[in-house]
């Protein structure tokens, strides 16, 4: 019974690299979300999927990006990493929409 | 687009005593509010949440009330406890996503 987890739980990366965070849950929850979490601003919407193939544009979705080809899988991929996208990034996911939001455990990402 | 303000961002009571987070929107059209509690090393997790066609919910010790008139809601935490101590979010859904406040460390003292 995993339910959500996320990989790497903590990563250094150099300026100009592409760099993936992985999440997987194992509920079959249709919809996904990718927040990051900075001092002064809380959690904010990177981008969400409502199905597999389909995604949509949160908050802050410049210099992201995400794919769904599984239901459980939701990877998001810095293209090009930047020290301002130095953060902590949690996965959710949820049944119903609206609806509880269930996080990962986060990644801690360093960008040197 | 909606903006969610939370105060205030530090709160610091004694064990016993009652807590109380408030939270504004910008968005009449915002119709869902969790409330999301989150420890140190960890994801947030949802603790209550409540409608707008709901005034008051609670649950046990904790209760969130709204008024869709002012466009605010709070959250009561009665007879707080060390296992209290965490960083509390609100949020406000509107249209197709969760705009979240930026947070309330509560600290329980024994």
């Known amino acids: 019974d995993a339910g959500i987890t996320q990989s790497p739980r903590y990563k250094i990366t150099e300026t100009g690299r592409q760099v993936t965070l992985m999440c997987h849950q194992t509920?079959?929850?249709?919809?996904m979300f990718w927040y990051r979490q900075d001092l002064g601003h809380g959690l904010r919407l990177i981008y969400y999927?409502?199905?597999?193939?389909?995604?949509d544009k949160g908050e802050v979705p410049d210099g992201y990006v995400v794919s769904r080809s599984k239901t459980e899988n939701f990877p998001l991929t810095l293209e090009s990493a930047t020290r301002s996208q130095t953060s902590v990034y949690f996965c959710?996911?949820?049944?119903?929409?609206?609806?509880?939001?269930?996080f990962g455990p986060g990644t801690r990402l360093t960008v040197t | 687009g909606e903006n969610v303000e939370q105060h205030p961002s530090t709160l610091s009571v004694q064990e016993g005593d009652s807590a109380v987070i408030k939270c504004t929107y910008s968005?009449?059209?915002?119709?869902?509010f969790p409330w999301y509690k989150q420890e140190l090393g960890k994801g947030p997790q949802l603790i209550i949440d409540?409608?707008?066609?709901?005034g008051e919910k609670k649950d046990q010790r904790i209760a969130v009330t709204l008024n869709k008139t002012a466009k605010h809601f709070s959250l009561h935490i009665t007879e707080t406890q060390p296992e209290d101590s965490a960083v509390y979010f609100c949020?406000?859904?509107?249209?197709?996503?969760?705009?979240f406040g930026t947070g309330t460390r509560l600290q329980v003292f024994p």
């Open positions: 968005d009449s059209a915002s119709n869902y």
């Open positions: 949020a406000a859904w509107n249209t197709d996503k969760l705009i």
């Open positions: 999927s409502a199905a597999a193939d389909i995604t």
């Open positions: 959710a996911s949820s049944e119903s929409h609206p609806g509880e939001q269930y």
């Open positions: 409540i409608r707008s066609n709901v």
């Open positions: 509920w079959s929850h249709s919809y």
